[in-house]
C-alpha cells in the first residue's frame, strides 16, 4: 500500500465527501450478525471493529490527521473484510478513497504498477466521465442510502481508456458504496419519481420539478473502487459495431476501424493485419480489386490471383482452403528460404495465416505479421476463435458485395440467358450491327420471338396456405392477449394507475374481437398494439416493480420472433411452408437439367405460396434438332410422374413438419402452340397474340376452381388434377394415366368433371385422379 493523492475537483457539483469509518463499523456489525459467538469469524469481526472504532476517535473527534502509516494499516484490515480471502493476495488493481473529487488513500501494488505504465493514470479520469453521470452516481447513492429505493442493478463504475504506443486500453472502474453515508442537513424532502427515472437511466431529469439537495448533503466514510482491465471485451464490441456502419460507410474506413481494434485485441501496435476475402468466379479462386494491396502473404510471395487461369496460385490456395488449419510461425523458420528472406526483408519477424471457412464455404485467409520474432504463440490463436464469428461476418458481407457486383455488371451488360436460348440472343445482336451498317436502318431492337412452341404448365400449391397462416397469426396473438391478461390480473400489478387501466381496457377488447374473428386490418391494429404500447409499457414498469419482474421478464421474453411463444405458431407456418417449398423447387431444379437433355427448352418458374412452372418446347427453340410428337408424349408422361414423385416428397414430410400442410397437384393440358418474344424492358419471355394471352389467363385462373355445381375446390391433397378444353388435349395423357395404375403409382378409376365458370373462362373440364402413397417413412433431411 501506497500514500494518498487527490485529483483536482472536475465541475461545480456541491458535493462534500469526508473520510469517516463509523459506516465501515456499522457494515461490519451487520456482517457479524451472521455467526454465532462461538464461530472463529467471530473473533475476527470483534478485532475489526475495535480497530475502526477507535479510528473513528482518530479522524472525527480529534483535530489531528490521522497518521499515514495508522491510516495504511487500517486499509490493509480494510482489505481483509471488502475482499475474500482467496482474493486478498491476488493481484488486484484496487484502492480506497473518495470518488468526488476522486481522492485515492491507500492502493495495492497492481494499482501502483499501471500508474507506472501509463504516468497519470487517474489523472484525466474526471474528465471521460460526463457531468450527467457523476450526477446520475449521487443520486443512486442517495436513494439507495436514504430512500432505499436501489436504481443500479449492480455498483456503479465508470469506464475510461488510456492510450499508450499507439494503442487504446480500457478500464473499467467499480465502486463499492457500502461504506458511504449520506447525511442531510434538515428534512428529507419526499422521493419524486423522476429521481427514480433519473437514476436508473431511463429519463433525463425533467426541468419542471425540484432537484435533490446535494448541497445540504455530506457524504461521510470511504469507497472501495476495484479496476478492471476491459480492452479485450471492449473490442470485441468494437467489431461488433463496425457492422452497423456496413452499408454506410466505405470499404477502407471499415478495414481500417477493423484493424485497429484488432491492435488493440492482441496488444501490438506494429502489427500487419489483413482480412482477405477468397471470391470465386466458376470454380477459380480471385482477387476482390484491393486484395492484393492488402495481403501480407499473398503479396510478397508473387501469388497472381489476378491471372484467372494460374494454375500455381489456384493450387496454393485450394490446399490453403480444403486444410483450413491455421499456420503459425513465431520465427518464420516453417518458410522455405526465399519466402523467409522475402519476408524478413519486409520487416515482418513472425507470421500467422488463419483460413476462415465454414462448414461448407471458404470465405477468406486472416494474415498477420509482426516485426518482433515470436511474437505469436498459442493464446493469439485462442483470442481470434474468440471474434472467429465476427471475421466470417465482414468476409461475407464482401464476398455478397463482390456477387452483386458480379451480377450488377451482368444485368447491365448482358441478359440473364439459358442455355437454351442464348443462341438466338447473338444471332439477333448480329443482325442489329449489320443492320446498323445501313443509314436507314431503324435503331429499334431486333425483336427475339419463338412462334409455335408447346407450353406444359404444372402446379404444387400449398393447400389452405393463406388461411393457415391466418389461423397461425390469430393463435399467436390469442396467446399474447392471455398472458397480457393474467399480467394485469396479478395481484401486484399498480391498479390505480391510469395507463394500467387504459391498456386492460384495450387487452379486453381484442381478445372479444379477436374470438368474432379476424381481419387484415385487425392484425395490423393489434400488432401495433402489442408492439408500440403494450410491450414498452412493460419494459418501463420491469426495473420499478420487483414483485412483477418474474412475470414480466418471462412475458417480454416470449416476444422473441425467434424463440417466444407469441410467433410460435407463426413460426411453424413459414418453417413448414419453406421446408415444403425448399424440397419442391430443389426437385425442380434437378429435373428441369435432366429434361434438358431430352429435348432443349425453355424453363420459366414462379414462386407464389407454392411453386409453379411453365416449359416452353418446340422447333424454334432447337432448329438444329428435330422436334417430334415422341418429344411431347416424353414431356406429358414426365409431368405426370413428377407430380407424383413431389407429392410423394412432400407426403414423406407430413409426419415432420411442425404444422401438418398439405400440397396439391395440377396441370394445364394446351396441346395447341402459343409464340412467345423477348420484352426488353421486363427482360423476360412473354406471350403474344389473342390465343396466347387466353393461355396465361387459364394458368392464372385455374387454381382457384370449381367443380360445376358443387362448393368442392378442384385441387385437392392426394390427387393430380388436369385440366382441359378440348377431350382430345386430354387423351393424350391417359395412356400415361393408364400405365401409372398398372404399376400402382396411381389408384385405379378417373374422376371426370366440369368445371364452374370463371371470370372470361368457361367450359373447361377436368380429370383427376389419387395418388398412390408408398409406405418409406426415412427422416428426410431438414
Known amino acids: 500500500m501506497e500514500t494518498l493523492y487527490k485529483l483536482p475537483k472536475p465541475d461545480e457539483l456541491p458535493l462534500q465527501f ?80 473518495l470518488p468526488i473529487p476522486m481522492t485515492v488513500f491507500q492502493y495495492s501494488s497492481a494499482f501502483r504498477d499501471l500508474q507506472k505504465e501509463f504516468p497519470e493514470f487517474m489523472a484525466d479520469i474526471p474528465s471521460q466521465i460526463g457531468m450527467e453521470s457523476r450526477k446520475r452516481f449521487i443520486y443512486q447513492l442517495i436513494l439507495e442510502k436514504c430512500y432505499g429505493v436501489e436504481t443500479a442493478k449492480s455498483k456503479p463504475s465508470f469506464q475510461f481508456q488510456k492510450h499508450k504506443k499507439g494503442q487504446t486500453k480500457y478500464f473499467r472502474i467499480d465502486i463499492n458504496i457500502s461504506f458511504v453515508e449520506p447525511c442531510i442537513k434538515g428534512t428529507l424532502p419526499p422521493l419524486q419519481p423522476a429521481w427514480i427515472d433519473f437514476a436508473s437511466g431511463s429519463a433525463p431529469l425533467p426541468d419542471t420539478i425540484a432537484l435533490l439537495p446535494l448541497d445540504q448533503f455530506t457524504f461521510d466514510g470511504f469507497c472501495f473502487f476495484q479496476l478492471e482491465d476491459v480492452t479485450e471485451t471492449e473490442t470485441i464490441q468494437q467489431l461488433q459495431d463496425t457492422f452497423a456502419h456496413l452499408q454506410s460507410d466505405s470499404e477502407p474506413i ?45 503479396r510478397h510471395m508473387g501469388i497472381n490471383l489476378n491471372v484467372y487461369n494460374d494454375q500455381v496460385a489456384q493450387k496454393i490456395v485450394q490446399k490453403i482452403s480444403q486444410h483450413p488449419m491455421p499456420y503459425l510461425f513465431p520465427t518464420l523458420d516453417g518458410f522455405p528460404e526465399a519466402e523467409r528472406q522475402s519476408l524478413k526483408e519486409r520487416g515482418i519477424g513472425s507470421f500467422l495465416m488463419y483460413p476462415i471457412t465454414t462448414a461448407t464455404e471458404v470465405l477468406g485467409i486472416l494474415e498477420m505479421g509482426s516485426s518482433q520474432s515470436g511474437a505469436f504463440d498459442e493464446s493469439v490463436l485462442t483470442k481470434i476463435e474468440r471474434i472467429l464469428p465476427l471475421v466470417q461476418e465482414l468476409l461475407r458481407y464482401q464476398l455478397n458485395h463482390f456477387n452483386d457486383q458480379i451480377e450488377q455488371l451482368i444485368k447491365k451488360r448482358f441478359t440473364s440467358l439459358q442455355p437454351s436460348v442464348e443462341w438466338k440472343f447473338y444471332e439477333a445482336a448480329w443482325e442489329e450491327l449489320r443492320l446498323g451498317q445501313n443509314k436507314n436502318a431503324e435503331s429499334r431492337p431486333i425483336p427475339v420471338r419463338f412462334p409455335q412452341v408447346f407450353p406444359l404448365y404444372g402446379a404444387v400449391d400449398i393447400r ?43 387487452s379486453f377488447q381484442c381478445q372479444h374481437r379477436l ?108 432448329p438444329d434438332k428435330p422436334f417430334s410428337l415422341d418429344v411431347g408424349r416424353d414431356l406429358f408422361r414426365w ?141 428426410p433431411e431438414k
Do not use: C
Open 639 to 779: 409431368q405426370l410422374t413428377s407430380m407424383i414423385e413431389m407429392a410423394q416428397l412432400t407426403h414423406r414430410l407430413l409426419p415432420h413438419l411442425p404444422l401438418p400442410l398439405q400440397t396439391t397437384q395440377l396441370i394445364l393440358a394446351h396441346t395447341n402452340t402459343v409464340d412467345i418474344s423477348f420484352r426488353q424492358d421486363e427482360r423476360r419471355f412473354d406471350v403474344e397474340g389473342s390465343y396466347s394471352i387466353r393461355y396465361e389467363v387459364l394458368k392464372k385462373r385455374i387454381d382457384k376452381a370449381y367443380i360445376l355445381g358443387t362448393q368442392e375446390r378442384l385441387t385437392q391433397p392426394d390427387t393430380i388434377a388436369l385440366v382441359y378444353s378440348h377431350t382430345a388435349e386430354a387423351a393424350d395423357y391417359l395412356p400415361f394415366i393408364t400405365s401409372l395404375q398398372k404399376n400402382g403409382q396411381l389408384k385405379p378409376g378417373i374422376e371426370y368433371m366440369d368445371l364452374e365458370p370463371m371470370q372470361g373462362i368457361a367450359n373447361l373440364r377436368a380429370l383427376r385422379v389419387h395418388i398412390n402413397y408408398t409406405d418409406d417413412q426415412t427422416e
Open 464 to 506: 389452405n396456405s393463406s388461411a393457415e397462416r391466418h389461423k397461425a397469426v390469430q393463435q399467436d396473438m390469442a396467446n399474447q392477449l392471455a398472458a397480457i391478461e393474467a399480467i394485469f390480473a396479478h395481484p401486484d400489478f399498480p391498479a390505480d394507475w391510469a395507463r394500467s387501466d387504459e391498456l386492460r381496457t384495450q
Open 18 to 97: 469526508r473520510l469517516s469509518f463509523r459506516p465501515f463499523v456499522a457494515y461490519l456489525k451487520a456482517q457479524q450478525q451472521a455467526f454465532d459467538a462461538a464461530h472463529g469469524l467471530n473473533e475476527l469481526y470483534n478485532f475489526l471493529i475495535a480497530q475502526f472504532t477507535e479510528a473513528i476517535a482518530l479522524t472525527e473527534e480529534s483535530d489531528q490527521p490521522i497518521d499515514e502509516t495508522r491510516l495504511a494499516e487500517l486499509f490493509q484490515l480494510a482489505t481483509v473484510a471488502v475482499l475474500p480471502l482467496t482474493q486478498t493476495s491476488r493481484d488486484i488493481p484496487y484502492a480506497f478513497g
Open 515 to 622: 374470438i368474432a374473428g379476424l381481419n387484415p386490418e385487425d392484425k395490423l391494429e393489434y400488432a401495433r398494439f402489442l408492439s408500440q404500447e403494450v410491450n414498452p409499457y412493460f419494459r418501463l414498469l420491469l426495473p420499478h416493480q420487483p414483485t412483477l419482474e418474474g412475470v414480466l421478464a418471462q412475458y417480454l421474453s416470449q416476444t422473441s420472433e425467434t424463440s417466444g411463444l407469441f410467433n410460435q405458431a407463426l413460426r411453424q407456418y413459414e418453417r413448414s411452408m419453406d421446408w415444403l417449398n425448399s424440397t419442391v423447387n430443389e426437385y425442380i431444379n434437378q429435373e428441369e437439367k435432366r429434361l434438358q437433355t431430352i429435348y432443349p427448352h425453355y424453363f420459366e418458374r414462379y414462386r407464389t405460396d407454392g411453386t409453379e412452372y411453365t416449359i416452353y418446347v418446340g422447333q424454334s427453340i432447337s
Open 254 to 298: 471499415i478495414y481500417q476501424r477493423f484493424e485497429s481494434a484488432l491492435r488493440n485485441l492482441y496488444s501490438q501496435p506494429d502489427l500487419q493485419l489483413s482480412i482477405i476475402p477468397l471470391p470465386q468466379v466458376n470454380g477459380h479462386f480471385v482477387y476482390t480489386p484491393d486484395t492484393n494491396a492488402r495481403s501480407i502473404f499473398l
